[in-house]
């Protein structure tokens, strides 16, 4: 299923997946965050990110990882392969990034949306929804950084480098 998806290479379709999700999640849990009075349109959807994104980079690693196995079998030059590895590198860390992310927005609306009272948590004061929010913050960015990144190297490894 990883290396082939209807007769085509499964990466990049995976990879049309998290390039859509994982940027939504993070839009969506920064909007939640940093701007409360939008919690209630962005809730449900924060959470149901939090949940497809590390789902969708989880699937482009796979994929991506299955790829880079053909390539070697097929005995591609070893600048290439360098390439690739490169961007599977940035590619893992957007994974763990994307998954950090989504675990940390998921517990925020949990917490602050009725979920407490739901799961007999405490009541989260605002010590608690500012420290959430601002690893929210830092998650984000980074997982922003490693999108780019992953994205960068594969265009180059694709466009420039076969």
Not at 50 to 65: E, I, K, M
Request: proline share 5%; hydrophobic share 55%; charged share 10%.
């Amino acid at each position: 299923m990883f290396e082939k998806l209807l007769g085509v290479p499964a990466h990049p379709l995976f990879v049309h997946a998290a390039v859509v999700f994982v940027p939504l999640l993070i839009a969506a849990a920064l909007a939640y965050a940093l701007v409360p009075r939008l919690r209630g349109r962005v809730g449900w959807a924060t959470a149901l990110l939090g949940v497809v994104a590390p789902f969708a980079a989880w699937f482009a690693t796979l994929s991506g990882n299955r790829l880079r196995n053909v390539l070697i079998a097929k005995n591609y030059p070893a600048e290439i392969l360098d390439q690739v590895s490169k961007h599977q590198q940035f590619g893992d860390r957007t994974l763990w990034f994307a998954l950090a992310l989504a675990v940390v927005s998921v517990l925020q609306v949990l917490v602050t949306r009725g979920g407490a009272r739901r799961y007999a948590l405490p009541s989260p004061g605002a010590w608690l929804d500012w420290s959430l929010a601002l690893l929210v913050v830092v998650l984000a960015l980074g997982t922003a950084y490693y999108v780019f990144k992953t994205g960068d190297t594969g265009a180059k490894a694709v466009w420039t480098g076969f």
